[in-house]
C-alpha cells in the first residue's frame, strides 16, 4: 500500500553535480574511532569506505548551489528567464529563517516571479522534490524548475562516530526538470511513517531542544562512539532492517504499476548509504549489481538527497547526453520515509561533475 | 560448514574462542559491523546472498544458528 502518483509529458532535461573539492581519505579519520585500525580497515572493504568529500567551514548549502546554477547560467546550459521556481531539499539550511532557496534566488538576481521553496528532506529528497517538480510542472506557468538537493551535514557529525563519519559527505545537485514533448509517463509511490522519526536525527538545536553548552557535551555511546546532542544519531541497525523490510516490495509496486518487469530498467539509482546495504537490496530485487550503482559512498560519501543525482552524474556522465535509459529511482531513510519513481532518462543537455 | 564458520569468525576476532557454547552478541564477541563483514565472508565463502531481511543479530548467535542460517540459504 502506497501513495500513488502518474505524471506525463515531464522530464529530466540536465543534471549538475557540484562537490567540494576538499577529499578526506578514510585512513586519515581512523584514528578518531575507537576502533583497531585492522578492524576499520575491514570495515572498509565490506561497506565501501574509501574518501569522501567535505566543505571547507564556512561553506553553506546556497554557496553550492549558487556556484552550480551560474556555471550553467554562464556556459549556456540554462537561461535566467526560463527558471520559475526553486525547490531546494536540505536538512542543513543556512538559517530557521528566511528560507534558503530565497537567499539563493537573491544572490543569483533572479526575478521575483520565481517560486522559492525550502523542503526538509533526507535520504528521499531526490524522489519528493522531483514529486514537486512534476506537481509544479502542471501549471502552465511554470517553465523550468530547478530541483536542488544540496546538504553540508557534515558538519553535524561527530568525527569519533564511526557509524556516521567515514559515509558522510557534502554536495549539491540541480537538477532541470521541465514539460516533455514526448509522450512520456512517469510513476511514482511513497510511503511515510512518522512513528519511526527518531531512528535518524539531530536531537538538538531546533526549538524543542536549542543548543548550547549542555548539548555539546561529548558522550560516549555502548558501541565507542562519541558524539553529543548537536550531532547526527543514526540507529544503523534499524535503518539497514527499515531499508531490506520496506525497499523490495516498494519496487515490485512500482515495477507493476509502470508494467514493467524488473529487467526492463536499465538502472536502479538508489540512494547511497553504503556499498553492503545496496547489494542486498540488488540480491533481493533480483537485478544484477552492476545495474545499481553502489560507488558513491567510496568516491564522495554519501550526501543525504543528493546521493541519487550524484551516482546519475558519476556513472551515467556524458553517455546520458546521447542515449535514454529506463530507470528506477529509490529513496529511503529520514522521516522514515521510502519513494521511488520509475520513468525514462537521457538526452539530457548536461550530465556532468564540478567541483567547489 | 562448521570448520569454516569458526574460521570465518576467528579471522574476523582472533581474539575470542568461538568454540565456546556462549551467545555471541550478548557476551559482545560480535557487534553489528562485525555481523556486516561476517555475512560478506559468508557470501563469498559459499557463493551465496544471505537474505538482508535476515541480517539480525539473533541470527549470529552461535555457531547453530549461522549453520541454519546457511542450510535456509542453500548450504548443504
Known sequence: ?356 | MRQSIIEILTELRPEFDFQQDVDFIEAGMLDSFDVVMLVTALDEKFGISIDGMDVLPENFSSIEQIENLLTKNGVK
Open chain 1, 1 to 356: 500500500m502506497s501513495l500513488k502518483f502518474t505524471f506525463r509529458n515531464k522530464r529530466i532535461s540536465g543534471i549538475l553535480t557540484v562537490l567540494p573539492k576538499r577529499e578526506i581519505p578514510f585512513e586519515d579519520e581512523m584514528a578518531h574511532y575507537n576502533f583497531p585500525p585492522a578492524k576499520s580497515l575491514k570495515l572498509k572493504l565490506a561497506m565501501g569506505y574509501n574518501k569522501h568529500r567535505i566543505v571547507e567551514a564556512g561553506t553553506n548549502v546556497s554557496d553550492l548551489c549558487v556556484y552550480g546554477i551560474n556555471y550553467l547560467l554562464d556556459e549556456g546550459l540554462l537561461e535566467k528567464d526560463d527558471i520559475s521556481a526553486l525547490v531546494l531539499v536540505t536538512q542543513s539550511p543556512e538559517h530557521f529563517l528566511p528560507p534558503t532557496s530565497n537567499i539563493i534566488q537573491g544572490k543569483l538576481g533572479l526575478h521575483t516571479d520565481v517560486l522559492c521553496m525550502d523542503i526538509n528532506q533526507g535520504c528521499a529528497g531526490f524522489i519528493i522534490g522531483l514529486l514537486q517538480a512534476y506537481m509544479l510542472l502542471e501549471q502552465e506557468s511554470i517553465k523550468k524548475v530547478l530541483l536542488l538537493n544540496a546538504d553540508v551535514l557534515s558538519q553535524k557529525i561527530s568525527k569519533r562516530d564511526r557509524n556516521s563519519n567515514p559515509l558522510a559527505g557534502d554536495a549539491a545537485t540541480v537538477t532541470v526538470v521541465e514539460r516533455s514533448l514526448e509522450a512520456t509517463v512517469i510513476q511514482s509511490v511513497l510511503n511515510m511513517d512518522g512513528k519511526r522519526a527518531y531512528v535518524l536525527q539531530i536531537p538538538a538545536g531546533g526549538f524543542k531542544l536549542p543548543s548550547g553548552p549542555e548539548t555539546a557535551e561529548m558522550k560516549e555511546d555502548e558501541n565507542g562512539n562519541f558524539r553529543s546532542l548537536d550531532n547526527l544519531v543514526m540507529k544503523g541497525d534499524e535503518v539497514f532492517n527499515f531499508a531490506q523490510k520496506e525497499v523490495p516490495p516498494m519496487i515490485e509496486d512500482l515495477l507493476e504499476i509502470s508494467g514493467k518487469k524488473a529487467g526492463d530498467i536499465d538502472f536502479y539509482f538508489f540512494h547511497q548509504p553504503n556499498k553492503f546495504m545496496l547489494h542486498k537490496l540488488a540480491d533481493k530485487i533480483g537485478v544484477p549489481r552492476e545495474k545499481m550503482p553502489a560507488n558513491i559512498v567510496e568516491n564522495f560519501g554519501n550526501a543525504s538527497g543528493a546521493t541519487i543525482p550524484v551516482a546519475v552524474s558519476f556513472n551515467l556522465g556524458a553517455d546520458a547526453l546521447a542515449s535514454t535509459y529506463e530507470v528506477c529511482f529509490a529513496g529511503f531513510g529520514v522521516g522514515l520515509t521510502w519513494a521511488a519513481i520509475q520513468q525514462e532518462l537521457g538526452k539530457l543537455k548536461f550530465n556532468q561533475i564540478i567541483y567547489y
